[in-house]
């Protein structure tokens, strides 16, 4: 087994990341290492899923060749998002503690760009970069990237998905031939393959631990529902699962907010994280959720992407990604550094198929399972919180001298019922809402037809200009649909059509976009006018089940006089809080 300094990384450095606690190197490093610090090195294509350790495998030897004064940037790290670019400039401050002399700087949107300018003015070896920002210091003169030795691409393919392409023309022509390139990615599509074909001479190849492979210890369940009832079963999933400690993925910004509202409402210790918050706000919530005073994340993909917390018990799917290999990236956020995880799909029948896919790309089968019944979820909580009292320190110092008072007054109680009641002080709310509720029933073929059943969420009505007197068909309506949204599987509601005009309903987050498209175009020569005719809640399953919901009525009322609640379920983060920001 070789040590970091096997692989030639200076002892400055070693001390750095020994204090992070790496002791030996993962195999991306081994591989990515020495080969960056040879004279001369080739182009490289790293393929490697998350959490296997690319920040240090390129990190460390950016590191070690910045050496003099800052007079140019030498070395450019572009990557998708603020938070990465925080958390590669963090990384690296970290392994370069002992080596202070590298100056290290990140420039990113969403952030003053005159203090980004004078943090570069005062000299950087190091540039971490989202590509927007960049091209806007580009175009300001205020960054010079003609003496670069070394550009890095790091999450490839999600800077490509987030269209950054023309960015990357835009930089790296301003780059001088001879430098290096390395280009990560977690998964290999192929506009990936077209980049690196662009931009790499010649490049070696290292795939670590398999293409496209989902992290090993990371088991994969589907719970099959009906689509209306999502909502109940991420409850259920959660309370079923009482340690969780897990990112929720939705699809969209909207959605991200409205769970993140519901589950705040309904008492748990949940926020979202997605592009609509300012930094500030991103940065209060990730610093929350990386001490556990948060036990839910609510997020987009690309707000979570490359965020790094390794002790996820749960990723939850609360609808799959559009596109297939981001399940690749939200499966690989748990199971990490060595603990096992559990990546859940929330699915509905339509998307049975989705589900095989994936499970050819991850070659892993799922697991199909229920959601959990009442019973076993007051089960589970029973235990966990029997186990909760079995472990509790007493603090005999304290507690001894109420004794006397407290055995008088419980005197009259056996044994048994002591415990009852005790028990039942806790735990009468989680009973009480779970003994009424049905199960949540699993799906079947039949309510396929059902097509208002197929989603969950707000509907928006449509007030259209076309009717019958236009010869206006249903298919015509969902055909104008579907043509102008870029993603297609939409919920549909009622379709209403008049004489001389009709009504249709879709669910409401893609309401901007269609009438941002479909505003300017005609259906059978004539020129179609939409119009927001009005916004029906689904309220199914707020209002009625909100009401009795035992950690609604008491929970978090009572934790708002403690403050205990959530220190209770969730023992006070030992890791050391990495991100200053
Ligand atoms: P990736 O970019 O591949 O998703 P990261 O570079 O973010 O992965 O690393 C994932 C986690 O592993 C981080 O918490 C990091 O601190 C930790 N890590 C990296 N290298 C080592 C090592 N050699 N020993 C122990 N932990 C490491
Ligand atoms: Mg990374």
């Known amino acids: 087994m070789k040590t970091f300094a096997d692989l030639g990384v200076e002892s400055k450095i070693i001390n750095g990341i020994e204090e992070l606690g790496f002791s030996k190197p993962m ?32 990190g460390i030897p950016l590191i070690q060749n910045s050496k003099g004064k800052p007079k140019f940037v030498k070395h450019l790290i572009l990557s998708p998002t603020r938070e990465l670019c925080l958390q590669i400039a963090d990384d690296l401050r970290d392994f370069s503690k002992f080596k202070d002399e590298v100056k290290i700087t990140a420039v990113f949107g969403g952030s003053s760009i005159d203090k980004q300018i004078l943090n570069l003015k005062n000299g950087a070896h190091i540039v971490v970069a989202t590509p927007g920002r960049l091209v806007d210091l580009q175009n300001r003169g205020k960054i010079d990237l003609s003496k670069i030795e070394t550009v890095v691409l790091d999450e490839a393919d999600e800077m490509l998905n987030m269209g950054f392409r023309e960015e990357l023309d835009e930089i790296i022509k ?9 280009l990560f990615s977690a998964t290999m599509p192929n506009e990936v393959l077209e980049i690196s074909k662009r931009y790499l001479k010649n490049p070696e190849e290292i795939t670590i631990g398999g293409r496209n492979v989902g992290a090993e210890n990371v088991s994969h369940e589907v719970v099959l529902v009906h689509a209306r009832d999502r909502y109940l079963a991420l409850k259920r999933i959660v309370d079923f699962h009482p340690e969780i400690y897990g990112i929720v993925f939705c699809r969209t910004r909207n959605e991200t907010q409205d769970i993140a509202e519901k589950l705040i409402k309904d008492s748990y210790n949940a926020d979202s994280l997605h592009g609509d918050l300012s930094q500030a ?6 610093n929350k959720f990386r001490i556990k005073h948060l036990k839910l994340l609510v997020a987009t993909d690309v707000a979570a992407r490359g965020l790094d917390v390794d002790d996820l018990t749960h990723v939850i799917n609360y609808n799959l990604p559009d596109e297939l290999e981001i399940y690749t990236h939200r499966s690989g956020r748990t199971g990490r550094a060595g603990k096992f ?35 076993e979820i007051c089960t589970k909580q029973l235990f966990h919180l029997i186990d909760r009292m079995e472990k509790v320190t007493v603090d005999h110092t304290q507690i001894d001298s109420f004794l006397p008072e407290i055995t008088k007054k419980l005197e009259w109680l056996d044994r048994e019922e002591l415990i009852k009641k005790f028990v039942s002080l806790e735990f009468n709310r989680f009973l009480d809402y779970y003994k009424n509720l049905p199960d949540l029933g699993k799906p079947d073929k039949k309510d ?12 928006t009505r449509f007030f259209i200009n076309l009717g019958k007197k236009d010869n206006l068909k249903p298919t015509d309506i969902i055909g104008i649909i579907k043509d102008n949204l870029s ?26 976009e269609l009438l941002k498209n479909v505003n300017t175009k ?60």
């Open 27 to 58: 195999p991306v490093q081994e591989a990515v290492i020495p080969h960056l610090l040879a004279i001369n090195p080739r182009d490289l294509i790293t393929l490697a899923q998350t959490g296997t350790g690319k920040t240090a495998a390129f």
């Open 174 to 182: 301003n780059t001088p031939k001879e430098r290096t390139t390395l």
């Open 281 to 286: 706000q991103r940065n209060a919530v990730m």
């Open 341 to 375: 995880g559990s990546s859940i799909v929330i699915s509905n029948l339509r998307e049975k198929n989705k589900i095989s896919d994936i499970e050819k790309q991850l070659g892993k089968k799922f697991k199909f399972t229920e959601v959990p019944s009442g019973k």
């Open 448 to 459: 396929r037809s059902k097509r208002r059943e197929q989603f969950d969420g707000d509907m």
């Open 487 to 512: 993603f297609k599987e939409i919920g549909i509601g009622d379709i209403d059509i008049k004489e001389t005009f009709s009504f249709f309903e879709i669910e409401s987050d893609y309401q901007e």
């Open 522 to 581: 005609n259906f059978r020569s004539r020129k179609i006018s939409l119009e927001v005719a009005s916004k029906r809640k689904n309220d199914r399953q707020s209002s009625g089940s909100r009401n009795r919901n035992p950690r609604n009525e008491n929970r978090f009322s009572k934790r708002k006089k403690s403050g205990k609640d959530s220190e209770s379920q969730f023992k006070p983060a030992k890791r050391k809080l990495r991100r200053k920001k």
